[in-house]
């Protein structure tokens, strides 16, 4: 178990720029969220999938943002048109579905900030 | 839809002494309930969980939180703090299922010697 994976661990960008976020989850884990998290807050949901199926997205996921899982195994996280607003850390998670109440494990999260 | 309320935004303690936090939270079912801890730039790391049997379950760094129905609690419990143990503490409830997890907004635990 070499825990959650994310990388970049930092991310400076200029407003209007697309950036995009990796997370490599536990290997045995077969979903995988994304949180969002600004200061002083909790992280907020923001999409998650199990194996390649994306199930459900938030309403803070706008179309500027995508995200893709394609083989079941890493996530990608882009958005598009950076702007301000978007300065936050993105949080992965995974967790398996074998047995009730599985637990989510988080990675060290990506840090953006958008000059 | 599910919601999280964590009263105290920052809480001071002394080292040695004992620590409540507290966890109030809103869900129509039987929730599924968890405590993180976060150090400055870093991820959440679970401390304890809870989603059936006994209401009072035991952690990871001799931390405790006891499930109250009764007053949809769901509060953190460690009976002698360390210095080691300053940082964010969330509270989170999750549905059936664990889909996603709902996060209060936090506490922050400053410890004084």
């Known amino acids: 178990d070499t825990g959650v994976s994310q990388n970049p661990r930092h991310k400076i960008t200029k407003r209007g720029q697309n950036v995009t976020f990796r997370c490599d989850p536990i290997s045995e884990h077969n979903r995988l969220y994304w949180y969002r998290q600004t200061l002083g807050q909790g992280p907020e949901f923001l999409t998650y999938?199990?194996?390649?199926?994306?199930?459900?997205k938030s309403r803070l996921l706008s179309d500027r943002f995508s995200a893709e899982r394609p083989k079941g195994s890493f996530s990608t996280l882009e958005i598009q048109r950076t702007e301000q607003g978007d300065s936050a850390m993105y949080l992965c998670a995974s967790s398996s579905t074998r047995g009730e109440g599985q637990p989510q494990h988080f990675g060290d999260g990506t840090r953006l900030s958008i000059l | 839809a599910q919601s999280v309320t964590q009263p105290d935004i920052h809480i001071t303690v002394s080292e040695g002494a004992s620590l409540e936090l507290r966890c109030n939270y809103s869900y129509g079912a039987t929730p599924y309930l968890f405590w993180y801890v976060q150090s400055p730039g870093q991820g959440l790391q679970l401390l304890l969980k809870y989603f059936s049997g006994d209401t009072l379950v035991q952690g990871i760094k001799g931390f405790e939180a006891e499930f109250k129905r009764s007053q949809s609690s769901f509060n953190l419990r460690k009976p002698s703090v360390h210095w080691s143990d300053a940082a964010e503490y969330f509270c989170a409830v999750g549905a059936f299922g664990n889909e996603k997890l709902t996060f209060g907004t936090g506490t922050r635990l400053t410890i004084i010697p």
């Open positions: 999938f199990q194996n390649e199926a994306q199930l459900e």
